[in-house]
């Protein structure tokens, strides 16, 4: 062994331990919220090892709970070339395209997410909403409803699957259906009572329906929750 | 999806293919672009003159707001003349006079000029202005003038020889809070204007920090990563104000307002920013209500008891929050009868990162939130949108939709939000099914200034037919949009009240054209701090005759015209019985 060949092989394992290290300093930086030093960790790690598909999806988390948009595009697009079978990169990266209005982009990411996993409940709900968002009522219903049907694999997938309820319930309403837009709201109350949102739906589904005091009792209900809660709901769901 | 495009290509295009088929000889001049067709000649006109509304960098909420004005026919000579207001910034407190220009007609280009008169009319507040609000509050037959400003307002009464007098202290309507825009009406049904105030924040600048000055304990103010001024959330609000009209008892030329916001039941269950003001009838039933746009909480629907009292119903209306229940940052309201069913629906501007919200009147009190399937909540996502009207800009008998686009915080500019601070309007043409899409031409070439604009004044200036638009810019210049494109048939009305209000404020006007029925209501608010001319303008496409024309007056007397020859401007007189 050549003197030279001793000290590359010495500089990578130091690299191999500094890597662990870094990607843990990541780690915690991302559970602190202190997401600018986490992209930057996360960088060190990828420029360490660049086919390492983690580190380049958590970069991804870090920049773009960053507001680092193109940044972030760049590293979820990076884990998902590496790894043709990574559903969440793709579903992450068309988050990252939605929050700042390419909706069309962000729907075929959501596409190929599902295209590699069918029962994607996230990405279902994603999928739905950009379609809700584009007035594609008939076809987001079908995503909703898809998204119900799956069977949830995680408590994360349990709660998202009451967000699909929610979405296809408001899917009823806007197609004036608000017997059926009523009963979703009900359904999801039973489940979460401090739904805001489903409260809202629910009295103005009974006003609709004529049912005036009904509407009056839950608006009001809503109301009381606005002021307690004003909201800054965020739309999308990360999923780590 | 922008809705706006720039036509300066098309209409270069356009150009080419009409000279190339004329025949030989004289050029026959080329046919107008189909409309609307904007084109800004505010420097022509003589409007060339900043609107100061604040700190460039906007370190205080005070310089968001914005600046409007009024047209308003003050010497009474037939043509609109224009009010601008003025703001200031914490530097220079008391800013550069508001400005009252006299419309002189048009030059031999064409174009109206305009000249300054503030001086002579005995104007010029230097108050730290927002908006305007004209009215004919006691009944003359000329055009008084109230002022909404940080601190005191102002009521200028015309004095009918070309010159004003502030008469707001001994009326009872100066105020000290800070206003924003006013709609008159005649809440009571007396026979006289009424006034609603919008008061937005209880504000100082001792009581709140600059931006980037939060004390070491306080969180600072951030919006997607940008650091920016703090509110309206946890400030104080500023409660509206509501002055009944009591005539002047004296005689002697100083009307009488009373405070009865308490009175006529116009105090919302909580406090709000308020924004915006209009009055309409959103029953049907004869008077005016009363919808107010609040800023980042709930926006509030008043129904007028039919007897100057009113209840607060805007929940259960389905007109307090977005579709989805949410309270939105309202700023400007638009109202018309966009669908042709009778019933006035309504517009509302909002923040960026939210959508501009239309409400369809299904009657009983109840609207529907159809933004989305209307297209105008994805098309109005990314954008702050401020002054907002329905107008019939192509005047094919369905009123299309204008919105004043610009954001409050410049620090966004290079930032990755979706948004900047200057941005182009909102132009959408109402397809009649529902939907706002985008006009085949794009709306011209000043449809791609890109200012932060603020308040929008429709106006047809040169009096041929269609709607030329005034939109103010934050610390710019305001555009003064012509629209030059094909003139359809139209039909403009304007009334003259007995025993209603003189300019019939409140008063219902119903074209009808066949199996068609076009509704307008006499108004002269805008849709945010401004004020219009009272006029009832209908686009009748191909039609050259409306075949009957009603009007329901505020008395409750009604007028009845058949067979009405279009494209003129016609004055109806209140029938005595």
Redo the contacts between chains.
Sequence with gaps: MTASTVMLVSALAIAAGGFDEIVERGRAALRDRDYAAAAAAFGEAVALRPDEVDAWFRLGLARSA?????AAIDAYGRAAELDPTHARARNNLGNVLF???D?EQALGWYDRALAIEPDYIVALYHRGWVL????RNEAAETAFNRCLETTPQSGREESTQLDCLFFAG?LR??AEDYGAAAAAMERLLESNAGH??A???L??AY??QGR?AD??EQ?EI??RM??AV??DQPIEKVDP | MRLNRVLGPVALVFAVVACTQAPPGPAAPAPPPPAPYFVDIATAAGLDVVQLAGGEDADYIIDSLGTGGAWLDYDNDGDPDLYLVQGATRDMPEGPPDLLFRNDGPGDDGVPRFVDVTSSAGLGDRNWGVGAAVADYDNDGDPDLYVTNWGANRLYRNNADGTFTDIAADAGVRGSSWSASAAWTDADLDGDLDLYVTNYVEFSFDRYPARGEQPANAEPCVW??VEIFCGP?NLEPASDRFYRNDGDPDGDGVPRFVEATEEAGLVP??PAYGMAVRALDADGDGDDDLYVANDSV?NLLFVNQGDGSFIEES??A?LA?S?????QAGMGIAVGDYDRNGLMDLAVTNFSHDHDTLYRNDGDL?FTDVS??S?L??AS??TLGWGIEFLDLDLDGWQDLFVCHGHVYPQIDG??T?ATFREANGLYRNAGDGTLVAFDGGGGPAMAIAESSRVLLPVDLDGDGDLDLLVTNLNAPPSLLRNDGTVASWLSVRLRGSRSNADGIGARVVATIGESRLVREIRREASYAGSVLPRAHFGLGDAETVDRLEVRWPSGRTSEMTRVAARRLIVIDEPDQ
Excluded: S
Excluded at chain 1, 66 to 70: L, Q, R, S
Excluded at chain 2, 323 to 327: I, N, Q, S, V
């Design positions: 960053n507001g680092e948009a193109d929050r700042r209005g909706y809700r968002h584009f007035n408001t309403f806007r805001i949102e409260r809202y739906y009295g103005m006003r609709h005036i509407a009056r608006l809503h109301r606005t002021r004003r909201r | 997607r990563g959330r269950l909580e709930q929940i259960l389905g929050y579709e989805r229940g949410t309270e109840l989305f399937p297209g909540g994805t996502y990314f930032r990755d979706g």
